[in-house]
T-cell receptor, first 113, second 113 residues
Framework: GENVEQHPSTLSVQEGDSAVIKCTYSDSASNYFPWYKQELGKRPQLIIDIRSNVGEKKDQRIAVTLNKTAKHFSLHITETQPEDSAVYFCAASRDTGGFKTIFGAGTRLFVKA | DVKVTQSSRYLVKRTGEKVFLECVQDMDHENMFWYRQDPGLGLRLIYFSYDVKMKEKGDIPEGYSVSREKKERFSLILESASTNQTSMYLC????????????FGPGTRLTVT
């Protein structure tokens, strides 16, 4: 079946460094790729998303890149801050033939002050 | 501001009990989802619904059923709770199709003893 692989499962960086999380998807019909952030004890919330007609999207310190040929996409966080510490989930879905969203297993990011 | 609420934050039930988890959203969203969140496994889809009285199985529907009698309410039912259903359950809603942000509820931590 369809799946999304996410790496690494845990990432520890020093405050101010960059963090990169990578995901690979299997369903070639996927055309929407959101990233969710879940702080401890809270609900997941969307932080950025990208659609298949775009290769890169940036929002302040966060950027996402998509390589449709290779079927992988990545989240880049620059100038990390302690409040970036959370679990990040990538996901892939398509808007036709069903609305199922497949999530990655998550990456726990620690930003050390 | 989208609001998704779940009936309980914490629930303790005994093996064999019938368990009802309720989710309500106030944004007139067509899609509603039930996920199960376990450490290292990410968010796994149990069931989703794209309209009143419509439902589709997700990746792990065994042991669960759902009900959507009204657009704003989506219920998850554990017919006979078992200890391996101890988990965090998250409800979400979104606009129609798979290419829109999902808004999550706060989660219900269910313990089956």
């Amino acid at each position: 079946g369809e799946n999304v692989e996410q790496h690494p499962s845990t990432l520890s960086v020093q405050e101010g460094d960059s963090a990169v999380i990578k995901c690979t998807y299997s369903d070639s019909a996927s055309n929407y790729f959101p990233w969710y952030k879940q702080e401890l004890g809270k609900r997941p919330q969307l932080i950025i998303d990208i659609r298949s007609n775009v290769g890169e999207k940036k929002d302040q310190r966060i950027a996402v890149t998509l390589n449709k040929t290779a079927k992988h996409f990545s989240l880049h966080i620059t100038e990390t801050q302690p409040e970036d510490s959370a679990v990040y989930f990538c996901a892939a879905s398509r808007d036709t033939g069903g609305f199922k969203t497949i999530f990655g297993a998550g990456t726990r990011l620690f930003v050390k002050a | 501001d989208v609001k998704v609420t779940q009936s309980s934050r914490y629930l303790v039930k005994r093996t064999g009990e019938k368990v009802f988890l309720e989710c309500v959203q106030d944004m007139d969203h067509e899609n509603m989802f039930w996920y199960r969140q376990d450490p290292g496994l990410g968010l796994r889809l149990i069931y989703f619904s794209y309209d009143v009285k419509m439902k589709e199985k997700g990746d792990i529907p065994e042991g669960y059923s759902v009900s959507r009698e009204k657009k704003e309410r989506f219920s998850l039912i554990l017919e006979s709770a078992s200890t391996n259903q101890t988990s965090m359950y998250l409800c979400a809603s979104s606009l129609p199709s798979g290419s829109y942000e999902q808004y999550f509820g706060p989660g219900t931590r269910l313990t089956v003893t």
